[in-house]
Structures are given as C-alpha cells and as structure tokens.
C-alpha cells in the first residue's frame, strides 16, 4: 500500500512541475520571426536642435511661428511635432530649413520587439547557459555560453544593466488610471531592481511594467533569480536591472522613446544597455542617442534582426553597438538571423522548430514570463536574436564585475577576441567573431 501512494505523490508532483510548461502562441502572427518593416510612426516627425539651443522655448517658438504642435520634448536636443493634415515630413523639411537653430529634420520611425515566443528549467532546458560538453538530456551541449565555469568568478554583482523594452515585471503595481494591475514575476523575486529610476517612456511615468511579455522574457536571461530553488537561470544574476519601457502592449515603440530611453539609461548608471528591438532604418536621432551613451561609456547590445537575410537591424548597425546574431542549440546559424557587415557576435537564440536534443520542446531559450495577463507567469520558449542579445549583455555585466575599470572597447574586445570560431575562420558575415564565450571573457586581460 505505501509503495502505491509514493507512486501517486510522484506522479502529482511531476504534474505540478509540468503545468508549467505553456504552450506560447507567437507574438506575431504567422509563427514566423519578425520582418524588418519601414514603419513611420502615424502623423509625427522629429526634429533635432544644434547644441546650445533650449529645446523647450524653441520649440513653443516654432508652434506660435510656424503652426506646429509640440507632441514630445526629447531629453537631449530633439522634439516630436505633429503632422497637420496633408502635411508630409519632406514639406515639414521645406518649411524648416532655413532655420539657424535646426540640425535636422527626420521622420519618427517605428521599431519592434525581435522574438518569436513558442512553448520548464535549468537541466536540461536550459542549454544555452551551459559549458561545453554539458548533457542536456543526454545530448551534448557545445554551443552554451559556458556560464556554469563563469559563474566561479562572478555573478555580475556591481554592475547596472539597463534592458530597454516592452517594460519588465518588477513590482506589485496597480496603474490608477486604467485599474490593471502588474505583478513581480516570482523567478524575480530576488533580482535587484533600480526602481527609483525605472521608467515608461510609453506612458511617461515612473512605472516600467511589462503588458508584453517580451522584456520580462528578456530580463530573465541576464538576470533571472537563481539558485532560489524555483525556474530557471540568469547569467549575471547578481546584477543590478534598470527597467526602461520603450515599446507597447504591441512591441513596437516610436524611436524617439527609444532615443529618450537610451539617454534616461546612460545619465542613470547603465553600464550595460540591453536593445532587444530594432527598425529598418538609420536615424539622427537614434544615433545621436547612441553616440550619447557610448561617449558615457556605456556598453550597448541590440539584436541583429529576424528577417533572415544581409541587414542588420538598427540601432544595431550603429558601429558603436555591439550587435547580436542567433544560434541553434548545434550552433548553426538560426534561419531567421540577419547577418552581413555589421554584425559583431551570435549567442544562442534558439530554433523552436526542432528538437535537436530530443527532450519534447522544441529548442528556444527558456526563461519565465507570462501571456495574457501580467500576473499570471510561466516557463516559455522563445526564440529570435531578442533571446540571443541578453546573453551577450550578461556576459559583458560579468566582465565589468571583475573589471570595473574597463573601457566599453574594450569589454568589446573580451567579448569578440574569446567568442568561439564559427563558420569561416576569423570574423565573417553569418557568425562575426562567433559565439560568445563568458567564461573566457572574464578572464581576458589587454
């Protein structure tokens, strides 16, 4: 008889472990990566003042001189104007530029969240975190990141990272304009938030709260609780996470919120900028935010892109970003990763539409999160270089732990200089410097 009941508890307590699996329906439709799309945010442009000039008095000049209506100041040397009816941006230019005090006139472009959520926990799911040769359901893991010997030197304690995206499950809040109420994913529980400076760029407010699932996704990857008993693992898990919301309820976000987020994360500690998003188009704006950043010292890493072919994403493109392409768990370049000059690194980002390891779900990158309603979380795989991107980020927070001091060139060249070779020998066009390698990257030295 007790031999009948253990059975019965073990089967029940399987049970409870494996409900948490959810079967995630993609973000965008068709099941496939997102296509990188020309997307112009309806009625707006930007425009971008020389240094010096105050944005907000030039701004309410141009509104009483020229008819315009002011809809955004940016935080550093731009605004966002309407579009009156009939009105297009080259006209706006016509208009403009015999203006002194104007630098340039752009359109406000659109970018999005790159991930494709398919449908829990560290053995043997989560391969992508794993040293060479590690078993993942008794298959080999040899394209992990090697965070298991990394985390022997560090867990990434002392360094901000900034993850600017659809916001982040951090808190226990109730928004007291449209009553919804967000909760603390429980596999954040013992994360480290800088909530005195988290905010929403989408709503411009204090509260940087994920109604996506997207950046919670994210934010587990780099710094998920771990060794909590409970989910998955974050690789740099000792870290400090600053929640910038930049894109909305959809994933897509105008670039003058993700200009504003960039500025907001650079001038509030951000070591490390984590950009899991990414538009088809070079901006003024965008770039002047980067160069902003950068010139702060900051290391920024943004997805490549879904769409397959030889473009990289911006702000990716930007030389001053380190961008990210994707792997599968053979280390093969994912279908759906951009490549071409630009791109820098892969990590892995998964391919749900094999099981290489033969462990029933196909191989995206697993970390918890929730669809639907923001306080109902479970374990999802996702995959896209949304998912490869974090991995870089925590690895470059775990370089900057045990060297605070250095430059973001060179956590640049720890990370490219110990990637593992792929493809090609040296730097090419599908893998870059190859796949990221964070216990190697800890312990280089210039």
């Known amino acids: 008889m007790k031999k009948v009941l253990v059975s019965l508890i073990l089967v029940a307590l399987l049970l409870t472990v494996f409900v948490q699996v959810k079967s995630a329906e993609p973000l965008f439709v068709g099941g496939e990566p997102l296509s990188i799309k020309n997307e112009v945010a309806t009625g707006e442009f930007i425009v971008g003042f020389k240094d010096g000039i105050n944005v907000g008095l030039k701004a309410k000049a141009l509104e009483n001189s020229k008819s315009l209506k002011v809809k955004r100041i940016g935080l550093k040397n731009f605004a966002v104007f309407s579009l009156t009816q009939g009105k297009t941006v080259d006209s706006m230019k016509e208009l403009l ?15 999005h969240a790159f991930a494709i959520p398919n449908d829990p926990l560290f053995s043997p799911y989560q391969w992508d975190l794993y040293d060479y040769g590690m078993l993942s359901n008794g298959y080999a893991s040899n394209y992990g990141i090697q965070a298991v010997s990394a985390w022997n030197i560090t867990r990434g304690t002392g360094v901000k990272v900034a993850i600017i995206d659809t916001g982040i499950a951090y808190e226990n809040y109730t928004d007291p304009v449209t009553g919804t109420q967000y909760a603390l994913a429980p596999d954040l529980a013992n994360t480290k938030f800088d909530t005195a400076n988290a905010y929403d760029f989408v709503n411009n407010d204090t509260h940087a709260n994920d109604d996506n699932g997207h950046g919670t996704h994210v934010c587990g990857t780099i710094a998920q609780s771990t060794n909590n008993g409970i989910g998955c693992a974050g690789i740099a898990y000792e870290a400090t996470i600053l929640p910038i919301k930049v894109l909305d309820s959809s994933g897509s976000g105008t670039y003058d919120a993700i200009a504003n987020g960039i500025i907001w994360a650079a001038d509030h500690g951000a070591r490390v900028i984590n950009m899991s998003l990414g538009g088809s188009q070079g901006s003024t ?9 950068y010139n702060k010292g900051v290391v920024i890493v943004c997805a490549a892109g879904n769409d397959g072919r030889s473009l990289v994403s911006y702000p990716a493109a930007y030389t001053e970003c380190i961008a990210v392409g994707a792997t599968r768990f053979d280390g093969t370049r994912a279908r759906y990763s951009n490549y071409g000059s630009a791109l820098d690194l892969v990590a892995p980002g ?10 029933g779900y196909g191989d995206g990158i697993l970390q918890q999160t929730f669809s639907g309603s923001p306080t109902s979380f479970g374990y999802y795989f996702f ?13 470059a927070a775990l370089v900057l732990s045990v060297h605070p001091e250095f430059t973001n060139e060179q956590v640049r060249t720890a990370l490219q200089s110990t990637a593992k070779d792929l493809g090609s020998k040296g730097w090419d066009k599908y893998y870059g410097y190859g796949l990221v390698n964070a216990y190697a990257a800890v312990n280089w030295k210039p």
């Open 350 to 359: 998964g391919d749900t539409s094999v099981d290489q390891n033969k462990d």
């Open 285 to 293: 704006t965008l770039y002047n935010a980067i160069k902003y950043a």
């Open 97 to 111: 530029q015999n203006d002194p005090d104007i630098a340039y006139i752009e359109p406000n472009f659109i970018a």
């Open 383 to 395: 995959q896209g270089t949304s998912m490869a991107t974090p991995h870089v980020a925590g690895v």
